[in-house]
């Protein structure tokens, strides 16, 4: 079952103070919560980190000066419905623009969840020709919106048409489904997925509570298929801006046998101020995990600059450059430690 906006006060989730608010959010971007996350919201901490991920607030009727409608610029790489075409050896595919719940922070929130959402037959081929007709193509990221809300039906046809086109090595997905529905990861859709080519899935969790015993036996049916899982999680102001809070959520994801791939930093999206940490706190969070915390466990922070100029790590580094062309180190607990200019054949 899905909660939507009118279902939001009457579910408890929404106190009826606040039910004109949640209605004009709703008017302007998508409204739906999972009963899996609806389950894990407790309606008396106002600050909750599951219900500020999926319950609309007033804030988002606030949009500041730098935020844009499309924030990673999608559109300009986008030559045709359901293609993202941004780096040279991979494409976004787009079936539609559904999805089992609409995060409060999408940056996609403009386009999510309205009219027209599904790509239809005519223009999925079209978007299938354009990959065929470009050899320097190696992956596709099936994406959406959710792909895991298309039935194994149709998610099948999609694999298969993927996997017989000669220079893709690479079918992506990405993913909420495992998480906010797990329910959904059933043996039909799992047995969909199949591939002679390699299948990755890509799962967005961002609170250690979304590792539910329902999404952790969700991964282990994908898991047991074959398929290698990575997952993906958005630094949010009042969610996870806490480094044992991302400690207990990486290490989390890893125990399910999920690597973490990517931190994305909040975009730019209209009336999401709110979630926004600061780049520089976030980069004290990554480094604040950095040595106490296994390898495994270590995403890459990211910014994908606005205006679709691409995704660009933006975590500290630990090297900097001193006099005589040499190098400054500086380890995890703080220290700092002189490194040759010529060693490993560098020359000035």
């Avoid at 900097?320 to 000035?348: F, K, N, Q, S, T």
Wanted: glycine share 8%; aromatic share 6%; net charge positive.
């Amino acid at each position: 079952m899905t909660l939507h906006a009118a279902d939001l006060v009457p579910a408890g989730l929404v106190p009826p103070a606040r039910e004109e608010q949640v209605r004009r959010v709703a008017e302007k971007f998508a409204v739906a919560v999972s009963a899996e996350m609806a389950a894990l919201i407790d309606p008396a901490d106002p600050a909750d980190p599951i219900a500020a991920q999926f319950v609309p607030s007033a804030a988002e009727l606030e949009s500041a000066p730098e935020e844009r409608a499309d924030p990673i610029g999608d559109a300009r790489w986008s030559p045709l419905p359901g293609i993202v075409h941004r780096y040279p050896d991979r494409v976004l595919l787009k079936p539609l623009l559904l999805c089992p719940v609409y995060c409060r922070f999408c940056f996609r929130r403009e386009t999510v969840g309205k009219k027209g959402a599904v790509l239809g037959p005519a223009a999925l081929a079209r978007a299938f020709a354009y990959i065929r007709e470009r050899p320097q193509i190696w992956e596709v990221i099936v994406t959406g919106g959710d792909p895991f809300l298309l039935s194994p039906r149709r998610l099948a046809a999609i694999v298969r048409t993927l996997d017989a086109i000669p220079h893709l090595a690479v079918i992506r997905f990405h993913t909420r489904v495992p998480i906010v529905d797990p329910g959904r990861v059933g043996t039909a859709l799992v047995a969909a997925l199949a591939a002679e080519k390699a299948v990755y899935v890509v799962l967005h969790a961002n609170h250690p509570r979304e590792l539910t015993a329902a999404a952790r036996a969700a991964a282990q049916r994908l898991v047991r298929a074959g398929i290698p899982l990575l997952s993906q999680t958005v630094l949010l102001r009042g969610v996870n801006d806490d480094a044992a809070v991302l400690e207990a959520l990486f290490r989390g994801l890893v125990a399910m046998r999920v690597k973490p791939y990517y931190l994305h930093h909040a975009d730019l999206a209209p009336g999401t101020a709110h979630f926004r940490t600061g780049i520089a706190e976030g980069q004290s969070l990554v480094k604040a995990l950095r040595g106490p915390v296994s390898g495994l466990c270590q995403p890459t922070y990211v910014l994908d600059i606005p205006g679709g100029y691409g995704k660009v790590p933006i975590a500290p580094s630990a090297a900097r450059r001193a006099g005589e062309g040499g190098w400054l180190i500086e380890d995890p607990a703080g220290g700092v430690h002189p490194y040759p200019p010529d060693a490993g054949g560098e020359r000035g």
